[in-house]
């Protein structure tokens, strides 16, 4: 490489102490913050999920009673879901990516950025206090649904609140992205040049900005119930338990596309580079992103099918459910189309996108069953639920946030990991995943209901199996973490472009420098047009 | 170095974005509003004639002038003409103020009828007008907040306008806290007739 010109320090070097961080405004950091708090609190959250797998190991009680049970499964529900899945990706690597990728020096709102970001720790601390004050955390599950939450004498309002600030910081960073990329794409950069992860964080940032503030309201009127007494949601007052239920799910069916979408966008962009081939059907990729967004706003009373709903209402929503698989099926046709015939180099953070199609296919297959309203009656609130959202979420947005920490990983800290580890890694969580998630299928269609803490004897089997497929996803977690964190610090330093990519970010510096760029980006490519990309080494 | 970079159109835009989200948020109130008033009309009916219309009118009146106000300030910024600006956003945070006495005096008469959230009276008329009140005070206290929010933002405003932040190259702040105001005047503007005329 040359060093003719002189190397500007990188983005860590620029300024140094904790409050050049806390009151950063450069995108790398702020998104750098997200992921070290995200990662933090998915760490809480798995204990916590620990815990209830522990409790379910035999039926009768174990290691809690039945309170504790509620709460650890509600606090489970609303750390993974608000405080982790939801800014996961968009807010940690899309902050950090974003603006690089379309060739702009920040986003467009840095200020407000930074704003988002302590939104987000005021929404948590919010959280964290529900559950030391008050008369014990939250017991309702991280739906919160009425009438119970406005009558339990439990955290709610706090926690709620928290939500509500969450909701804010998400719909600040969606504003401020989808700003970013109407109007500080580098020239050259045209909408058909954009990459497929920024796309995907377009459509999510679509999302963000139109169906939380439903979310913002639904809360802010569970507060109000349970403060002011209205009753808007209380039968014994006029109110309707129903009417919670649809503005509940207007948010909260959508957010599930908050959460894949950027997922998707991250596999998109490594599933080329690996088979070093263009990526089949740019454009599909790229609508389907849109057509999630949209047809996914419409589902929303699939979740409702049981709570007795008028009849064409179940049907119409039912249809409309099968409408959102399209797109995302499009989008693992285009997949797995890339892949073939391409020279294929098998390195960690392909084998996590591999894993990710693999179980969000299984997930969103079952989401099928969910969304035909006949085999949803059967199904609803058992166990076949709790395993359908962890495959999606978990087996989905979690391996694409994994497969974007080994991805980028060299790009943000100018090293590498141990990469014989990252595959070991890799093999004991996917396997654990599967034995942990899979017989919960199985015990659903049994009839195995969820959020209880004791159960028949019949499905002994099945729960064991899973709470050891726990511990084995713990290990994995483990060893992923200790060898990322190792590589960090200690792992051998690398060039700009060590697999090979084509998008922005490898071109410029690893660190990158506090402006991102050397001088102004002019794009006149393709960013999945490999002629002439060598991997450096 | 900085990353801090100026541009009109996108301030603009993140605006205009930030508009929806409060249009939305609103959005879900007035699902309520039609879905319970599909389901209580005669009541939602009585409850309707008893607000006071003279002051929900007053009240509406207070809020078009405001706004015509905070829109020729932006005329005045933009001609340069500082103190002309600043006397017209006085103008419009004094309306918000007229507009929250008004309010808070019509709230007032509901209170001391025995009208509000929760309330013994209210437990003892109809489940229908119970909905009513509940809506009538959550949606016009969540307007409310936002009026106040309004003339936080112009108080800002002033201050900048007063150490020339905002001046005639870069008024944008100025503006987008007008766009706010005419928001705020917008979703008055349905809550009025819902509540006090069609009913
Ligand atoms: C794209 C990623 C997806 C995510 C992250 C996701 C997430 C979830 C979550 C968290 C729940 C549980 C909600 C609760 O706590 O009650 C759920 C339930 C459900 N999902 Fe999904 N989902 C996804 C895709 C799909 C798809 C593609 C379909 C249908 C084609 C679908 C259909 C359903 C249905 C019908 C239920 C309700 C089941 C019941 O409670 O009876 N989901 N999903
Ligand atoms: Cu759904």
Redesign the pocket.
């Known amino acids: 490489m040359d060093n003719a010109v002189k190397a500007q320090p990188n983005f860590f070097e620029e300024k140094r102490g904790i409050l050049s961080w806390i009151f950063t405004t450069d995108h790398k950091r702020i998104g750098l913050m997200y992921l070290y708090l995200v990662l933090a609190f998915f760490i809480v959250g798995v204990v916590l999920g620990l815990l209830i797998r522990m409790e379910l190991i035999a039926p009768g009680e174990t290691i809690m009673k039945a309170q504790s049970y509620n709460a650890v499964f509600t606090l489970h529900?609303v750390i993974m879901?608000f405080i982790v899945?939801i800014p996961s990706i968009p807010a940690a690597f899309g902050n950090i990516l974003l603006p690089i990728h379309i060739g702009a020096e920040d986003v467009a709102f840095p200020r407000l950025n930074l704003l988002s970001w302590w939104l987000y720790v005021i929404g948590t601390v919010f959280a964290l206090i529900s559950l030391f004050t008050g008369q014990g955390p939250p017991d309702t599950?991280?739906?919160f649904y009425v009438p119970f939450s406005e009558f339990t004498t439990t955290n709610v309002s706090v926690a709620v609140f928290g939500v509500f600030i969450l909701g804010f910081s998400s719909i600040l960073t969606g504003l401020n992205f989808i700003t970013t990329i109407h109007r500080l794409r580098a020239p050259g950069m045209n909408w058909t040049r954009i990459p497929l992860f920024a796309w995907s964080l377009y459509a999510t940032a679509w999302i963000q900005v139109l169906a939380t503030p439903i979310l913002g309201i639904t809360v802010l009127l569970v507060m109000a119930e349970r403060i002011l007494g209205v009753g808007l949601f209380d039968p014994a007052k006029g109110g309707d338990p129903i009417l919670y239920q649809h503005l509940f799910w207007i948010y909260?069916?959508p957010?599930?596309?908050i959460?894949?979408?950027p997922a998707m966008g991250v596999i998109s962009e490594i599933i080329p580079v690996f088979a070093r081939k263009h990526i089949f059907g740019y454009k599909m990729i790229a609508f389907s992103s849109l057509a999630?967004a949209f047809a996914?706003s419409l589902?929303w009373a699939?979740?409702m099918?049981?709570s007795g709903m008028s009849d064409t209402a179940v049907l119409i929503f039912s249809f409309l459910?099968?409408i959102?698989?399209i797109p995302?099926a499009i989008k693992v046709f285009n997949w797995t189309a890339t892949l073939y015939k391409g020279s294929i180099s098998v390195r960690t953070p392909l084998l996590y996108a591999l894993s990710f199609i693999f179980l969000?296919s299984v997930?969103?297959l079952?989401?099928?069953l969910?969304?035909s309203a006949g085999t949803?009656v059967h199904?609803?609130?058992?166990y076949?639920?709790?395993s359908?959202?962890h495959y999606?979420?978990f087996g989905?947005?979690g391996f694409g946030l994994f497969a974007a920490m080994h991805f980028w990983f060299p790009k943000i800290y100018g090293r590498m990991y141990n990469e014989r580890i990252a595959n070991i890694a890799w093999l004991i969580l996917f396997v654990g995943f599967n034995v942990l998630y899979f017989p919960l299928y199985v015990i659903g269609l049994q009839g195995m209901p969820?959020r209880y803490y004791d159960y028949l004897p019949q499905y002994t089997g099945g729960h064991f199996i899973s709470t050891v497929g726990s511990w084995i996803v713990a290990v994995g977690l483990l060893i992923m973490f200790v060898n990322i964190f190792h590589g960090m610090r200690k792992g051998p330093k690398v060039g700009r472009n060590p697999w090979g990519g084509a998008t922005l970010e490898w071109f410029v510096p690893s660190p990158p420098p506090l402006l991102n760029f050397e001088e102004e980006p002019e794009v006149t490519r393709s960013p999945y047009n490999y002629k002439g990309v060598e991997p450096d080494e | 170095m900085s990353n801090i970079h100026k541009d009109y159109e996108g301030a603009k835009l993140g605006m205009w974005l930030f508009l929806f989200t409060e249009i939305l948020l609103f959005g879900g109130m007035f699902l309520l509003y039609a879905i319970y008033l599909a389901k209580f009309p005669s009541e939602f009916h009585k409850g309707g004639d008893e607000l006071d219309v003279v002051i929900g009118g007053v009240n509406t009146v207070v809020l078009l002038i405001s706004s015509f106000f905070v829109a020729i300030s932006i005329t005045a910024i933009r001609l340069g003409n500082k103190k002309a600006c600043l006397r017209y956003v006085y103008i419009t945070i004094a309306c918000s103020l007229i507009f929250l006495v008004n309010k808070f005096f019509e709230w007032k008469a509901k209170f001391s009828h025995g009208i509000y959230p929760d309330s013994e009276h209210l437990k003892e008329l109809s489940q229908g007008e119970n909905i009513f009140y509940g809506l009538y005070f959550l949606m016009t206290g969540l307007h409310g907040l936002h009026v106040i929010i309004g003339a936080v933002v112009l108080g800002f405003a002033v201050y900048f306008i007063q150490r020339d932040k905002i001046n005639k190259e870069d008024f944008v702040f100025l503006e987008n806290g007008g766009l706010y105001w005419h928001l705020v005047d917008l979703i008055w503007i349905f809550l009025f007739p819902l509540f006090y005329l069609v009913l």
């Not at chain 1, 199904?379 to 058992?382: A, I, N, P, V």
């Open positions: 529900g879901i899945v599950g991280w739906t909260s069916h957010a599930v596309y959460m894949i979408l999630i996914g589902v699939h979740h099918f049981t459910t099968f959102v698989a995302s969000f997930g969103g079952a989401g099928l969910l969304g949803d199904l609803h609130d058992t076949f639920v709790v359908h959202f999606v979420i989905g947005t969820r």
